[in-house]
């Protein structure tokens, strides 16, 4: 995407990536201490994430273990939402 910013808000982008239907349920799962960015447990959605960044998210009983490829500059599609980041999952 050649307008997307070089980091974004972590609340934004597991928005953007379709992780979270609302920003403020994105905002409620770093509050409430389900996320870790490249291995560091954060509580502030304003961090800032970018490209090459792993997130670690604990989504109910599921854990995803994904790595940020892109920022974006919408909330798009799932296709769309699926090029943002990698998935880190050993497969099976």
Not at 11 to 30: G, N
Not at 41 to 54: E, H, L, Q, T
Not at 83 to 88: A, N, V
Request: with cysteine; hydrophobic share 40%; net charge positive.
């Amino acid at each position: 995407m050649p307008d997307a910013p070089e980091r974004i808000r972590l609340d934004k982008w597991l928005w953007h990536a379709r992780f979270c239907k609302t920003r403020v349920l994105a905002q409620e799962l770093v509050q409430g201490k389900r996320v870790r960015v490249n291995g560091l447990r954060v509580d502030k959605p304003g961090r800032a994430v970018g490209p090459g960044d792993v997130l670690t998210l604990r989504i109910g009983t599921d854990v995803r273990l994904v790595r940020v490829l892109d920022c974006g500059t919408r909330r798009g599609p799932a296709p769309e939402a699926q090029t943002l980041y990698e998935s880190l999952a050993p497969e099976a």
